[in-house]
């Protein structure tokens, strides 16, 4: 290769990392954001947990932890599987290995949103509509939004998985697969708080 051409491959591959790192950092600063945002929300939930009872339940007649620990059980698992798959990307591991973590971690994703669907249907089945009180549309606003979160993250994953498919694992495949487990992992943190908060200071 000439000394024109090396430089030319030199410059290209700076420039790429320099987009990718560019890109990272941009993502950093929406999780930030992201985290900022359930912060209010949490405050929200805490005030409304005091002085919006008015006349329906209070945390500790609406919750249990039975299901909720199942649901944290399961997201907890996700991370572990989750950090498994990128791992394995990282050290070379057979895009088919890469893919069946992905698959893993999105199932346990799945059984944690199902949980949480049922214990709203019951909770609506009782009565428990975020009508009745203002903590109790704090309570389905705050959780909600998590759920939510959850299921971009799912959609994202299988987006990410037929691009595998698609594409192979290039480097722009495993820019998104990072920022996903970044995604993945910030839900994970703020559903501690969320069931810490909610769920099991709600009950105790």
């Not at 290769?1 to 290209?12: D, Q």
């Not at 057979?94 to 973590?101: Q, Y």
Request: net charge negative.
């Amino acid at each position: 290769m000439s000394n024109t051409g090396a430089a030319h491959a030199a410059s290209h591959d700076h420039g790429h990392h320099d987009k990718t790192g560019t890109v990272i950092f941009g993502f950093w600063i929406f999780l930030m954001s992201d985290l900022i945002a359930f912060s209010l929300m949490i405050a929200n939930y805490a005030d409304a947990e005091w002085h919006g009872i008015a006349n329906g339940p209070s945390p500790h007649e609406l919750f249990s932890l039975g299901l909720p620990t199942i649901e944290t059980m399961a997201l907890l698992i996700s991370t572990f599987t989750f950090g498994i798959c990128t791992l394995g990307m990282k050290y070379g591991a057979s895009m088919k290995r890469t893919v069946g973590w992905l698959v893993v971690t999105l199932a346990l994703g799945a059984i944690f949103l199902g949980i949480e669907l049922y214990e709203f249907h019951e909770f609506w089945t009782e009565g428990n509509t975020p009508q009745v009180s203002g903590f109790l549309t704090a309570y389905y606003s705050l959780v909600g939004l998590h759920g939510l979160h959850v299921t971009s993250g799912i959609i994202w994953g299988i987006l990410l998985m037929v691009q595998m498919k698609t594409f192979g694992m290039n480097d722009l495949i495993k820019s998104r697969l990072v920022r996903l487990g970044l995604f993945w992992h910030m839900l994970d943190i703020v559903w501690i708080a969320l069931f810490t908060k909610v769920y099991l200071m709600g009950v105790l």
